[in-house]
């Protein structure tokens, strides 16, 4: 008679195509009951996946309600999840990458049985057909962001996304413009109809959608106070105004003279439109298009022959101006509106060759105040230090050297301190080589005294502590025969 299970057991039997089916009941993440099948080519295949999925249940791990495919999945993903939670760009973005490249992909794959390796297949696929190494790490992104929220709801226990290796991602360095280019283009844009709108990204290093989306009840003229809490975007077909990027986005900056005199000329250049409160919009008084005030801003640049940059950059050109004034790094990243001030230093704020010439320039002066001045090779015989002839010259060079082997001598075996930047002053005193070289010699010297001085103090503090202690021991000689 064959043997019963126990329940919760499972069964374990051979069919009638020879694979083998394994099948028990376990808790599903919607907290009933449900009775799950396994597969194998052979007996010991299937036992075995028969015991792991007992061994998740006695565990808490809960299965799926349903085996999702990767396509199902991610359209739920888009509807329940982003769509809800996230801004229509991002939204936008995620559902585009899902329509062209995850469900054309990798669609038709179980959700729980995805792997690195084919994962991995299928960005390299993507390499191969041409596709940038920036738009595939996106891909990336947005299927380890769903796979993540698959675990979360413990529809996968893990997300292979996370483990594939793309190439680094070398983002293009960004050149800012300097200060005279800055100012250059704030000159020929002052004619401009948009002036007011080039001088606030200047100024604050406002985004693009920062600066189309500024209405005017954002700009405190009583307080002089300028509030960002809006942008606008093109998001499809639609110009969507909406928050901005991120709650560090929300701010208040100050409303200096330079803007507010601009904003002012524009205001009584510009009727208001009844539709909305926006201050920057075209000439009939609608919002205005990002890409064509892109297109402005590079016409502009272009017809007056000022180096053409991204409009984005110009709040990498605000943050890099407010390094080079020396504004601390915790200011500029309130101003620009950064979750965190390494963005700031990391990403918007650059060095150039001037900043840098002009901080190794400072360490090089610091340097030469305290180094001993030598003749330099470009120095004509008739600027020598001691002499026009090349007797003068070598009788020189050994007065130096006979100098710095003394200091150096001395130095070595010193027990008292010398400061060595009085000697450095002292061979920079204005005067003729000679004298210098007597300055020098007089201060070590000096110093000698001073060591013979210190040595004869501490012999007599000895003898006389001697003395004191042990009256018949004044003559320390004499102490020493005693001792012997």
Same mark, same amino acid.
């Not at 249940?57 to 999840?81: F, H, R, T």
């Not at 700009?219 to 809006?230: E, F, G, S, W």
């Not at 009788?395 to 130095?411: E, G, H, M, P, Y």
């Not at 000895?462 to 018949?472: I, K, M, T």
């Given at each position: 008679?064959?043997?019963?299970?126990?329940?919760?057991?499972?069964?374990?039997?051979?069919?009638?195509?020879?694979?083998?089916?394994?099948?028990?009941?376990?808790?599903?993440?919607?907290?009933?009951?449900?009775?799950?099948?396994?597969?194998?080519?052979?007996?010991?295949?299937?036992?075995?996946?028969?015991?792991?999925?007992?061994?998740?249940?006695?565990?808490?791990?809960?299965?799926?309600?349903?085996?999702?495919?990767?396509?199902?999945?991610?359209?739920?993903?888009?509807?329940?999840?982003?769509?809800?939670?996230?801004?229509?760009?991002?939204?936008?973005?995620?559902?585009?990458?899902?329509?062209?490249?995850?469900?054309?992909?990798?669609?038709?794959?179980?959700?729980?049985?995805?792997?690195?390796?084919?994962?991995?297949?299928?960005?390299?696929?993507?390499?191969?057909?041409?596709?940038?190494?920036?738009?595939?790490?996106?891909?990336?992104?947005?299927?380890?962001?769903?796979?993540?929220?698959?675990?979360?709801?413990?529809?996968?226990?893990?997300?292979?996304?996370?483990?594939?290796?793309?190439?680094?991602?070398?983002?293009?360095?960004?050149?800012?413009?300097?200060?005279?280019?800055?100012?250059?283009?704030?000159?020929?844009?002052?004619?401009? &109809?948009?002036? +007011? @709108?080039? *001088? %606030?990204?200047? !100024?604050?290093?406002?985004? $693009?959608?920062?600066? =189309?989306? #500024?209405?005017?009840?954002?700009?405190?003229?009583?307080?002089?106070?300028?509030?960002?809490?809006?942008?606008?975007?093109?998001?499809?077909?639609?110009?969507?105004?909406?928050?901005?990027?991120?709650?560090?986005?929300?701010?208040?900056?100050?409303?200096?003279?330079?803007?507010?005199?601009?904003?002012?000329?524009?205001?009584?250049?510009?009727?208001?439109?009844?539709?909305?409160?926006?201050?920057?919009?075209?000439?009939?008084?609608?919002?205005?298009?990002?890409?064509?005030?892109?297109?402005?801003?590079?016409?502009?640049?272009?017809?007056?022959?000022?180096?053409?940059?991204?409009?984005?950059?110009? &709040?990498?050109? +605000? @943050?890099? *101006? %407010?390094?080079? !004034?020396?504004?601390?790094? $915790?200011?500029?990243? =309130?101003? #620009?509106?950064?979750?965190?001030?390494?963005?700031?230093?990391?990403?918007?704020?650059?060095?150039?060759?001037?900043?840098?010439?002009?901080?190794?320039?400072?360490?090089?002066?610091?340097?030469?105040?305290?180094?001993?001045?030598?003749?330099?090779?470009?120095?004509?015989?008739?600027?020598?230090?001691?002499?026009?002839?090349?007797?003068?010259?070598?009788?020189?060079?050994?007065?130096?050297?006979?100098?710095?082997?003394?200091?150096?001598?001395?130095?070595?075996?010193?027990?008292?301190?010398?400061?060595?930047?009085?000697?450095?002053?002292?061979?920079?005193?204005?005067?003729?080589?000679?004298?210098?070289?007597?300055?020098?010699?007089?201060? %070590?010297?000096?110093?000698?005294?001073?060591?013979?001085?210190?040595?004869?103090?501490?012999?007599?503090?000895?003898?006389?502590?001697?003395?004191?202690?042990?009256?018949?021991?004044?003559?320390?000689?004499?102490?020493?025969?005693?001792?012997?």
């Amino acid at each position: 008679m064959a043997r019963r299970h126990s329940n919760g057991e499972g069964t374990l039997y051979q069919r009638k195509d020879g694979r083998w089916e394994g099948a028990v009941y376990v808790l599903t993440t919607s907290g009933v009951r449900k009775r799950v099948r396994v597969y194998g080519a052979t007996r010991a295949e299937a036992h075995k996946k028969l015991t792991g999925a007992k061994a998740k249940n006695d565990q808490g791990i809960p299965a799926a309600d349903k085996s999702w495919k990767l396509s199902s999945y991610l359209d739920y993903w888009l509807a329940e999840v982003v769509k809800p939670n996230r801004r229509p760009a991002t939204y936008a973005q995620c559902e585009t990458i899902v329509r062209l490249y995850l469900k054309p992909g990798l669609g038709n794959q179980p959700i729980n049985k995805l792997s690195v390796p084919v994962l991995q297949r299928f960005v390299n696929q993507l390499l191969a057909e041409g596709h940038s190494i920036s738009k595939v790490h996106v891909v990336r992104k947005v299927l380890s962001a769903a796979l993540t929220r698959a675990e979360r709801e413990e529809i996968t226990t893990r997300n292979p996304a996370r483990l594939i290796e793309l190439p680094t991602l070398n983002s293009r360095e960004v050149e800012p413009w300097s200060i005279t280019e800055a100012t250059q283009f704030l000159a020929v844009a002052r004619s401009h &109809r948009l002036y +007011a @709108a080039f *001088l %606030l990204l200047m !100024l604050y290093g406002l985004r $693009r959608g920062e600066v =189309l989306g #500024l209405r005017w009840q954002d700009i405190d003229t009583a307080k002089n106070v300028l509030h960002i809490r809006q942008q606008l975007q093109r998001v499809g077909r639609e110009l969507l105004q909406g928050p901005v990027k991120t709650q560090a986005g929300r701010r208040d900056l100050p409303l200096v003279g330079l803007a507010q005199a601009a904003i002012r000329e524009y205001e009584g250049a510009q009727p208001k439109s009844p539709d909305h409160d926006l201050v920057f919009t075209t000439n009939i008084g609608t919002p205005i298009e990002p890409r064509n005030f892109v297109l402005s801003f590079q016409r502009l640049c272009k017809r007056n022959g000022i180096r053409i940059i991204k409009l984005h950059a110009l &709040r990498h050109t +605000a @943050a890099t *101006l %407010l390094k080079d !004034l020396g504004v601390p790094a $915790r200011e500029a990243q =309130l101003i #620009l509106g950064h979750s965190h001030v390494s963005v700031t230093q990391q990403v918007y704020q650059h060095g150039s060759m001037d900043s840098r010439r002009k901080a190794v320039g400072a360490l090089e002066a610091a340097f030469a105040r305290l180094m001993p001045k030598t003749k330099t090779p470009q120095e004509s015989p008739g600027e020598s230090a001691s002499g026009t002839d090349g007797n003068s010259s070598r009788q020189f060079s050994r007065q130096i050297n006979k100098v710095v082997d003394q200091a150096t001598s001395f130095l070595s075996g010193a027990t008292i301190g010398i400061r060595t930047r009085d000697l450095f002053l002292t061979i920079n005193t204005q005067g003729t080589a000679a004298e210098r070289i007597s300055e020098m010699d007089g201060k %070590l010297q000096d110093c000698r005294r001073r060591r013979m001085l210190g040595i004869v103090a501490v012999d007599l503090a000895v003898r006389l502590q001697a003395q004191r202690s042990n009256p018949r021991c004044s003559d320390p000689h004499r102490a020493d025969n005693e001792a012997a």
